[in-house]
């Protein structure tokens, strides 16, 4: 049986759930099997027939600066992780030719995705894009994370001239 079986339980066996994380199974004796009826003992654990792996990004958003065919910025990143049960395959793109990111997929629980700036010739301006993270096995599929790139003339603060000096 895997986690997406459906069953019913025999006549002997009843389930009483007791809470979201926890299932009650109790089974009564058949007479013929044992000679005697009554209650067997009930075992109580720790079930969840809906897991489901849980996509978690954090930060949920980057941003980026550069001058116009400058340097690029240097490489930012957010973790990815599986805050559900079972094991997350994800896989990630993006919606602009300016940036990268790696890996673009994998299968662990736990990852640290790099972002990379790859195009400062744009023009002068603010450009948005979104990294998008889609996993079949996690039922909060797709997440994002927004990624902000400012091209501008002006230096980062505390670089520039030092005139008079």
Do not use: C, H
């Not at 996993?135 to 091209?151: D, E, L, M, R």
């Amino acid at each position: 049986m895997d986690d997406n079986s459906l069953w019913s339980a025999p006549d002997f066996l009843s389930t009483n759930p007791s809470s979201a994380d926890f299932l009650k199974i109790s089974s009564t004796s058949p007479a013929a099997t044992s000679g005697r009826g009554g209650e067997w003992p009930s075992y109580m654990g720790a079930f969840n027939p809906f897991s489901e792996a849980n996509i978690s990004v954090s930060p949920g958003s980057l941003g980026f600066s550069a001058q116009p065919n400058g340097t690029p910025p240097e490489s930012k990143s957010f973790t990815l992780q599986n805050t559900g049960a079972g094991v997350l395959e994800w896989s990630i793109s993006d919606n602009a030719g300016w940036l990268s990111v790696d890996p673009v997929s994998g299968s662990s629980n736990s990852q640290v995705i790099s972002v990379y700036i790859n195009d400062t010739s744009l023009p002068v301006g603010e450009y948005d894009a979104v990294i998008t993270i889609t996993s079949s096995s996690a039922g909060n599929s797709p997440q994002t994370v927004s990624v902000s790139y400012k091209i501008d003339n002006n230096p980062p603060a505390g670089i520039g001239d030092l005139d008079g000096y």
